[in-house]
């Protein structure tokens, strides 16, 4: 039997430079990817979704959803194990659901009217670049989707997460073996993982995939492959006069304080209106928020930030980090988050940014047109495209938001960070890669599904001629400016 890639690429990892090491996978994945397109050719969708329930398991499994995610907070320091088996489990069954439900080889869409037919097919060797904040349920949601489409995947976390990933790919390797197909399918950059190598697999591969730090999303716009990059969040989110406050409180409190703050999608400004700022903010007290005193406001400034990067004594730490490093009094203790108040936006006010702890911003709008133009500047300053909430009863409001909003998600009545990424009571797919459209430099804006990992022949046939005449195409235009 020849030797695993992950296992021969290790050994030979010394002597070889990154181009012959990323060779060497990628040839396994080609080869391996040729093995599979036999087993689909014989068993149709049908073996497809073998393969994706396959890596789906591997994850869901419950002793396996407990170690991995108690291997993620011991490799990368970060975050909270209770959060990540209910995020290992949660994403994995939600994006589950969304793939045995389509058809993605073969003919997937016939439309006779049109004369069109169209047939799905693999884009080839995926790159999967993954983030710290995710290393197992990241790898896996980005697996399943390339392999729904018929394709090989290679994961490329980052060096201080490969150690939490490899155990992850570890587990859908063995897990398609025991459906007897290729563990190569799945493989992961050996160690150490370098940038020249992750540059290197961005080259070789067919499409890459990137979620994680901005270096390495436009790196791999940049990489001469078609790219599917994310951008920064910031989500701002709306407390209206017709919210249900308590509803809300609990909402962004379950939401921020999820995994610590991890996600891209959790909340890190509230924007409540007047009318309701001093019952909102006793509500979100109620359930665990502490308001810093100016004192302490200030102190979170001083020290969430170490010479322009975030403190990582506080990214993604629990609340006693928190009360530890800012020197919170003692009616902090027992919080569950801390706020603080901000009214400036911009690079002078580093509250108005994305803080990736259980620090949320807070500020006060006179009515709703102030509330909606605060969430605009936060969004200009960081975060533009990714996303924004509001919890009202008045969903012309809800509406207005999203008419004027730059953002590709606008959550109502939601918790941010369970809604985002699609939620059982929202139609958005499930995933924990959001593109944000054009706003922030990303090829597309929506959440990262199965389609962006097809390519889609289109059969044409002729159908009776659809020619409209001259005068129903240019006939108001004649008539307004003559021709």
């Known amino acids: 039997m020849a030797e695993p890639a992950h296992r021969l690429t290790e050994r030979l990892q ?13 040839a396994r994945a080609r080869v391996a990817m040729a093995t599979y397109g036999e087993e689909i050719a014989e068993g149709g969708q049908a073996r497809i979704d073998e393969a994706v329930t396959a890596l789906a398991w591997s994850i869901y499994k419950p002793e396996n959803a407990k170690a991995l995610a108690e ?10 194990v209770e959060s990540k088996i209910i995020k290992n489990q949660r994403k994995t069954f939600g994006t589950l659901r969304d793939l045995l439900r389509v058809k993605s080889t073969g003919v997937i869409e016939e439309l006779p009217e049109k004369g069109i037919v169209k047939w799905a097919k693999p884009v080839g060797v995926v790159a999967a670049i993954t983030p710290s904040t995710n290393p197992s349920a990241t790898p896996v949601n980005k697996a399943m989707m390339a392999l729904k489409g018929g394709n090989a995947v290679v994961i490329a976390p980052p060096p201080t997460a490969w150690a939490a990933s490899k155990p992850a790919v570890d587990g859908m390797r063995a897990e398609l073996e025991r459906i007897g197909l290729p563990a190569d399918l799945v493989q992961i950059l050996p160690a150490p993982v370098t940038r020249e190598t992750t540059n290197e697999l961005m080259s070789q591969a067919d499409l890459v995939v990137c979620t994680g730090s901005q270096k390495n999303v436009k790196q791999a716009y940049s990489s001469g492959k078609p790219a599917l990059g994310v951008g920064l969040g910031n989500a701002p989110v709306i407390i209206d006069t017709s919210a ?12 921020k304080t999820f995994d610590y703050a991890t996600s891209c999608s959790s909340e890190n400004s509230i924007v409540v209106v007047d009318a309701v700022y001093d019952d909102a903010i006793a509500a979100l007290k109620r359930v665990g928020g502490y308001m810093a005193t100016p004192a302490e406001r200030q102190r979170i400034i001083d ?12 990214i993604a730490q629990a609340p006693e980090a928190l009360i530890d490093v800012f020197e919170l009094g003692q009616d902090a203790t027992g919080c569950a988050f801390v706020m603080a108040e901000e009214a400036g936006i911009g690079k002078a006010y580093p509250l108005s940014g994305e803080k990736l702890s259980l620090v949320l911003t807070v500020y006060r709008a006179r009515d709703f047109a102030d509330a909606k133009r605060l969430v605009k500047q936060i969004l200009d300053y960081q975060g533009r495209g990714h996303s924004c909430g509001i919890h009202t009863k008045d969903m012309d409001h809800a509406r207005e938001l999203a008419r004027d909003s730059d953002v590709v998600r606008v959550l109502v009545n939601q918790a941010h960070t369970f809604g985002n990424g699609g ?22 804006s929506d959440n990262l599904n199965w389609r962006l ?19 129903e195409l240019f006939g108001a235009y004649w008539a307004k400016f003559g021709k």
Do not use: Y
């Open 423 to 444: 939620g059982f009571d929202n139609a958005l797919p499930f995933t924990l890669t959001m593109g944000c459209g054009s706003w922030q430099g990303n090829s597309f």
């Open 14 to 26: 010394g002597p070889m430079p990154p181009h012959a090491v990323v060779a060497m996978v990628v």
């Open 453 to 471: 990992f097809v390519n889609v022949t289109h059969l044409v046939s002729t159908i009776p001629e659809d020619k409209p005449p001259e005068e």
């Open 244 to 255: 249900d406050l308590d509803d809300a409180a609990r909402k962004i409190m379950a939401s």
């Open 71 to 80: 291997v993620a907070v011991e490799v990368t320091g970060i975050g909270n």
């Open 303 to 314: 020290r969430l930030w170490v010479d322009g990067q975030l403190n990582r004594r506080v």
